[in-house]
């Protein structure tokens, strides 16, 4: 199967920025949604945003009007760009694929310093 490799995290400040990818093989990134998903440290894993090969999105409302998810087809990659981030966004960031998230990526850290 098709495999998915997370990139971008890192330590960032209270309102700083980042951007994280998702490289995808051409298969799977074509014809599946996508989507991020984060676990903290001693919660439940969260879904943060998807995506539909047609370019659907959608957010959680925590993240609602500072992510953006986005992808290109181009280079197989899926990004999700991260404003305004807080301590509350610490957390192993995700990306998943397929009608049943099938697909998973190992995770990149992201930590928000206070």
């Known amino acids: 199967q098709a495999q998915l490799v997370e990139s971008g995290g890192g330590l960032v400040q209270t309102g700083g920025s980042l951007r994280l990818s998702c490289a995808a093989s051409?298969?799977?990134?074509?014809?599946?949604?996508m989507g991020w998903f984060r676990q903290a440290p001693g919660k439940q894993r969260d879904v943060v945003a998807v995506?539909?090969?047609?370019?659907?999105?959608n957010y959680a409302d925590s993240v609602k009007g500072r992510f953006t998810i986005s992808r290109d087809n181009a280079k197989n990659t899926m990004y999700l760009q991260m404003n305004d981030l807080k301590p509350e966004d610490t957390a192993v960031y995700y990306c998943?694929?397929?009608?049943?998230?099938?697909?998973w990526g190992q995770g990149t850290q992201v930590t928000v310093s206070s």
């Open positions: 998943a694929a397929g009608r049943i998230y099938e697909y």
């Open positions: 051409g298969s799977i990134f074509s014809s599946n949604r």
């Open positions: 995506i539909t090969p047609a370019g659907t999105t």
